[in-house]
């Protein structure tokens, strides 16, 4: 392959990882702008490299590396997460290096073998532990399911760098390898969709992670997470303060409306409570499932205090892109929300009741629900209107003592 370089980052620290252009799905997640898996060289009397890449890309990886150091002279490494896109090329790095030594936490020396059925020797780290590897001092703090069991940081006290694994990153392939040197809007839409979709359901253990951060007395210059672009200067704070509020999950006067249709009744009756909303001083997010994914769709929930979901009823059940949200946005867990459903139906209707149900064991505080006979009929979006009405009342009731 063609010679690719690493990036300097720090006095001792090169990027050596990968970028990714053209993935698209990520178990699940809509990666629209690609990813990077970041990988870490750090060089010394000794050298050490911080986790490796997505096995398809293990000859960037060594490219990256050998435009710095010979791959034999890298002395040991650590693995801060087992999942594969960072672990997946690391069973081919310990063969070509034969390090002194690879380094995980307790339970990511579990995970390794276990995942990937090896019998390499791992040292286990314990949490809040340091070595000192080469005349550099490595400090190990456990991040236990965040968001894996085996999650670990690493700080690199001389050059004042934390290796934050997945927290702090985003699916996003770019040349550029600061996020200072990136758009802010993408930054953080970016980084929110992450959060949504990979650490919702950790959002309390990352609030206590990001208190411990400020105990520990850590104020890192460079935050380097192992997917997307690497923080330093003032972004740091920026990151960090969007995350104490992601944690938080805040109700807010945001409305998002979710649904798909069959014939366009579903979709009259959310356009109407769509303009309800909007004319009671709501922002408002409709989202039709024909063209949006469902990574999007809880992106958009992340910050919003209502959400409303409309099914036609197919087959006696609600509709299957409903019913792939739902389940979806179930297993990520968001928290503080008001809600109320409504749809079409031709001779059972079960679509509606079914929403509801599936709400409620999210714990979605559910309002009310309108249901119409094919049509809708005047009656019927007079009724979307009225439970638009209602819920906004309560929203703004439920925002109002909140504030108070």
């Known amino acids: 392959m063609n010679h690719i370089s690493a990036v300097k980052i720090s006095d001792h620290v090169y990027w050596v990882g990968a970028i990714d252009w053209s993935v698209r799905d990520f178990h ?5 702008r690609g990813t990077t898996y970041n990988a870490y060289l750090v060089t010394g009397s000794k050298n050490i490299l911080i986790d490796t890449v ?9 490219s990256r590396v050998q435009s710095v150091i010979p791959l034999d002279k890298i002395d040991y490494i650590i693995s801060n997460h087992a999942e594969p896109d960072h672990s997946g090329s690391l069973d081919i790095m310990i063969e ?5 030594k690879v380094f995980a936490s307790k339970m990511g020396v579990k995970a390794l073998a276990e995942h990937f059925l090896w019998e390499h020797d791992i040292t286990a780290v314990d949490d809040g532990s340091e070595i000192e590897l080469g005349g550099l001092k490595f400090r190990f703090y456990e991040t236990r399911m965040l968001h894996w069991p085996d999650s670990m940081f690493t700080f690199l006290v001389d050059d004042n760098l934390l290796f934050s694994q997945d927290a702090f990153g985003m699916h996003l392939a770019s040349s550029e390898r600061f996020a200072d040197e990136c758009e802010w809007p993408i930054l953080e839409y970016e980084s929110a969709k992450y959060f949504a979709n990979i650490l919702l359901p950790y959002a309390p253990l990352i609030g206590k992670l990001v208190t411990k951060i400020g105990e520990l007395g850590l104020n890192p210059a460079v935050v380097a997470p192992d997917h997307g672009p690497i923080w330093r200067g003032d972004d740091i704070g920026k990151i960090i303060n969007l995350y104490l509020r992601w944690t938080k999950q805040e109700m ?6 979710i649904y ?16 309800t909303f ?3 001083g709501h922002y408002v997010k409709v989202l039709p499932l024909k063209g949006v994914h469902r990574s999007n769709v809880i992106t958009e929930i992340l910050e919003a205090g209502a959400v409303i979901i409309g099914s036609p009823t197919l087959n006696n059940n609600l509709f299957p892109t409903l019913a792939d949200v739902l389940t979806y946005c179930r297993g990520l867990k968001p928290k503080n929300l008001i809600g109320a459903a ?5 001779w059972s209707g079960e679509g509606v009741p079914q929403v509801k149900t599936i709400m409620e064991e999210m714990g979605i505080e559910f309002i009310g629900s309108c249901k119409a006979k094919y049509g809708p009929s005047e009656k019927d979006i007079e009724c979307c209107r009225d439970l638009a009405r209602q819920v906004s009342e309560v929203l703004k009731e439920k925002i109002a003592n909140k504030t108070n």
């Open 54 to 62: 997505k096995r398809d890309y293990v000859d960037e990886l060594i």
């Open 96 to 100: 070509k290096i034969k390090p002194e």
């Open 252 to 257: 807010t006067s945001k409305v998002v409306i």
């Open 28 to 32: 699940g997640y809509d990666t629209s």
């Open 260 to 275: 798909d249709t069959m014939w366009g009744a579903t979709k009259k009756m959310a356009q109407s409570m769509a303009d």
């Open 278 to 280: 909007a004319a009671a």
């Open 342 to 346: 409504f749809g079409s139906y031709g």
